[in-house]
C-alpha cells in the first residue's frame, strides 16, 4: 500500500470494535467519518483524547460526522479502557474504537511509525467526505494532544467549501468572510454572491459566509 494523499479514496476495512463487527463503508453510510489513531490503549495523551472526542460527539453529529478510533490493542482492552476514560474524563464513550491487532488497518492508512517503533501507530487524524475520498490528514507527535475545536472548524471549512465555490482564509470562524475561488471571475461573482464582496486585490476577494443550506 503506497503512502495516501488528499483526495485519495479512503480503502474500506472491516474491522472488530468496542461496539462489535463493523464494515467502514456501511459504519460512514452517506455521511462524513473522522478516523484517528492511538499508539495503545492506557496512553495518558489518548485518554484525554478520546474523553475530548466524547464531548464533542454532539457537535460532530450536528455535521453528520461519525467518530471511529483506532488502537492496536484488543477488544477486551478497549473495552476496560473505556471504564478509565469514562472515570478519568468525566464522560461516556461513545462510539467505536478499532481493534487492530493484526495492524490491518493500520497498514492500510499508513499509521505505522518505524521511526518510534514497528508496532505504534503514530497519532493521525482523518476526515473522510461522502465520496469516500480523503479531505484532510494531520499527524500528531505523541507529546501533543489533539485540539477537537481545530477539528471542527476544518470540518465546517470542509463542508462549507465542498458545496460553495469559496475558501476559507486563516484563523476563519463559522459566520465569518470567506475568499472567492480565484477561477470565478468578478462578474460571474456578482451573481453567485449576493451578499456582495469586496475586492481587496484582483486574486483577494472576500465575502460573507454563503448560507450553508
Same mark, same amino acid.
Request: proline share 7%.
Given at each position: 500500500?503506497? %503512502?495516501? @494523499?488528499?483526495?485519495?479514496?479512503?480503502?474500506?476495512?472491516?474491522?472488530?470494535? !468496542?461496539?462489535?463487527?463493523?464494515?467502514?463503508?456501511?459504519?460512514?453510510?452517506?455521511?462524513?467519518?473522522?478516523?484517528? !489513531?492511538?499508539?495503545?490503549?492506557?496512553?495518558?495523551?489518548?485518554? %484525554?483524547?478520546?474523553?475530548?472526542?466524547?464531548?464533542?460527539?454532539?457537535?460532530?453529529?450536528?455535521?453528520?460526522?461519525?467518530?471511529?478510533?483506532?488502537?492496536?490493542?484488543?477488544?477486551?482492552?478497549?473495552?476496560?479502557?473505556?471504564?478509565?476514560?469514562?472515570?478519568?474524563?468525566?464522560?461516556?464513550?461513545?462510539?467505536?474504537?478499532?481493534?487492530?491487532?493484526? @495492524?490491518?488497518?493500520?497498514?492500510?492508512?499508513?499509521?505505522?511509525?518505524?521511526?518510534?517503533?514497528?508496532?505504534? %501507530?503514530? @497519532?493521525?487524524?482523518?476526515?473522510?467526505?461522502?465520496?469516500?475520498?480523503?479531505?484532510?490528514?494531520?499527524?500528531?507527535?505523541? !507529546?501533543?494532544? @489533539?485540539?477537537?475545536?481545530?477539528?471542527?472548524?476544518?470540518?465546517?471549512?470542509?463542508?462549507? %467549501?465542498?458545496?460553495?465555490?469559496?475558501?476559507?482564509?486563516?484563523?476563519?470562524?463559522?459566520?465569518?468572510?470567506?475568499?472567492? !475561488?480565484?477561477?470565478?471571475?468578478?462578474?460571474?461573482?456578482?451573481?453567485?454572491?449576493?451578499?456582495?464582496?469586496?475586492?481587496?486585490?484582483?486574486?483577494?476577494?472576500?465575502?460573507?459566509?454563503?448560507?450553508?443550506?
Amino acid at each position: 500500500m503506497g %503512502t495516501l @494523499r488528499l483526495g485519495d479514496k479512503a480503502p474500506d476495512f472491516d474491522a472488530e470494535t !468496542s461496539e462489535g463487527k463493523i464494515n467502514f463503508y456501511d459504519y460512514i453510510g452517506d455521511g462524513w467519518a473522522i478516523l484517528f !489513531s492511538h499508539p495503545a490503549d492506557y496512553t495518558p495523551v489518548c485518554t %484525554t483524547e478520546l474523553g475530548a472526542a466524547s464531548k464533542y460527539k454532539a457537535e460532530f453529529e450536528k455535521r453528520n460526522v461519525k467518530v471511529l478510533a483506532l488502537s492496536v490493542d484488543g477488544v477486551e482492552s478497549h473495552k476496560d479502557w473505556i471504564k478509565d476514560i469514562n472515570e478519568t474524563q468525566q464522560t461516556t464513550v461513545n462510539f467505536p474504537i478499532i481493534a487492530d491487532e493484526d @495492524r490491518k488497518v493500520s497498514e492500510l492508512y499508513d499509521m505505522i511509525h518505524p521511526n518510534a517503533s514497528e508496532t505504534f %501507530t503514530v @497519532r493521525s487524524v482523518y476526515v473522510i467526505g461522502p465520496d469516500k475520498t480523503i479531505k484532510l490528514m494531520i499527524t500528531y507527535p505523541a !507529546s501533543t494532544g @489533539r485540539n477537537f475545536a481545530e477539528l471542527l472548524r476544518v470540518i465546517d471549512s470542509l463542508q462549507l %467549501t465542498a458545496y460553495h465555490k469559496v475558501a476559507t482564509p486563516a484563523d476563519w470562524k463559522p459566520g465569518e468572510d470567506v475568499v472567492i !475561488s480565484p477561477s470565478i471571475s468578478s462578474e460571474d461573482a456578482k451573481g453567485m454572491f449576493p451578499k456582495g464582496f469586496k475586492e481587496v486585490k484582483p486574486y483577494l476577494r472576500m465575502t460573507p459566509q454563503p448560507n450553508l443550506n
